[in-house]
């Protein structure tokens, strides 16, 4: 089993910068791919950004040029979030997906974008 927990959500107005982490227990080595995902009010869970045993990360093209994926090694990932806009409101979602085929999610952490 795998285990996420997040952190780093808040309030912070529009234009401004977050970092999220994600702390990873258990099971690590059987982490194949690590991502974080968001849902805003009244919308589906949407990827944000993925990044791949074999070193390829993906990003969603609402997020391109603003959100970065880091990793500190297998247990700790971030995700840096520069100039943040309204629509970036959401609940964002630390995913892992494992080699035997498990998915794993974090409770989430809440970011608030707004004046």
């Known amino acids: 089993q795998v285990q996420l927990v997040e952190s780093g959500g808040g309030l912070v107005q529009p234009g401004g910068s977050l970092r999220l982490s994600c702390a990873a227990s258990g099971t690590i080595l059987s982490i194949n791919a690590m991502g974080w995902y968001r849902q805003a009010p009244g919308k589906q869970r949407e990827l944000v950004a993925v990044?791949?045993?074999?070193?390829?990360t993906s990003y969603a093209d609402s997020v391109k040029g603003r959100f970065t994926f880091s990793r500190d090694n297998a247990k700790l990932v971030y995700l840096q979030m520069n100039s943040l806009k309204p629509e970036d409101t959401a609940v964002y979602y630390c995913n892992a997906h494992t080699v035997v085929g498990s998915t794993h999610w974090g409770k989430g952490t809440l970011v608030t974008v707004s004046s």
């Open positions: 990044f791949t045993r074999g070193g390829d």
